[in-house]
T-cell receptor, first 112, second 117 residues
């Protein structure tokens, strides 16, 4: 079975600083990877996805992620964080059908 | 296009009761998946329906069931509720169902917050 590890439970960054959220996956073949964001009491919003091709993918809200097969990683980055980015971020890998296996999530706090 | 809608948004039930949650996918989407989100277990896959057929099922007891209608709307039912069933239940819709070498973007609804007392 596939698994996803998000090593950081909480991360605090200053507004305007850069951000990197880590994600490692366990999957034998080429994975299909996703990043979602969840604000308190809300559903999940798709930030970006990697299906194939260019290993650096761009998403919404200025986010990007880089797929590194050699490190089994799919880290999410943003060059300058805004206070509105405070939320919980989930990395996921597609398993059979449309089943997504999620990491435990990383809570991002932004300090002004 | 309207997003994924889930009703009701909040629900309080008593142990032993049953509950039905509803999910309306994005227009044109034929796949609906359900997830349970709890602080202790995180996001866990319940099941996926595509063209009225269950395509995939997670590791949940038989008290959890679902179905999909011809208009792609889906319902999930939990019978004999337990305290541990308190959770946020999320549904996600997708244009198709992923197979080997195929994947689709999935869009989530706002969820139904179920509290069992």
């Amino acid at each position: 079975a596939q698994s996803v590890t998000q090593p950081d439970i909480h991360i605090t960054v200053s507004e305007g600083a850069s951000l990197e959220l880590r994600c490692n996956y366990s999957y034998g073949a080429t994975p299909y990877l996703f990043w979602y964001v969840q604000s308190p009491g809300q559903g999940l919003q798709l930030l970006l996805k990697y299906f194939s091709g260019d290993t650096l993918v761009q998403g919404i809200k200025g986010f990007e992620a880089e797929f590194k097969r050699s490190q089994s990683s799919f880290n999410l980055r943003k060059p300058s964080v805004h206070w509105s980015d405070a939320a919980e971020y989930f990395c996921a890998v597609k398993e059979y059908g449309n089943k997504l296996v999620f990491g435990a999530g990383t809570i991002l706090r932004v300090k002004s | 296009k309207a997003g994924v809608t889930q009703t009701p948004r909040y629900l309080i039930k008593t142990r032993g009761q049953q509950v039905t949650l509803s999910c309306s996918p994005i227009s044109g989407h034929r796949s609906v998946s359900w997830y349970q989100q709890t602080p202790g277990q995180g996001l866990q896959f319940l099941f996926e329906y595509f063209s009225e057929t269950q395509r995939n099922k997670g590791n949940f007891p038989g008290r959890f069931s679902g179905r999909q209608f011809s208009n792609s709307r889906s319902e999930m039912n939990v019978s004999t509720l337990e305290l541990g069933d308190s959770a946020l239940y999320l549904c996600a819709s997708s244009h198709g169902t992923g197979g080997a070498g195929v994947a689709y973007e999935q869009y989530f609804g706002p969820g139904t917050r179920l509290t069992v007392t």
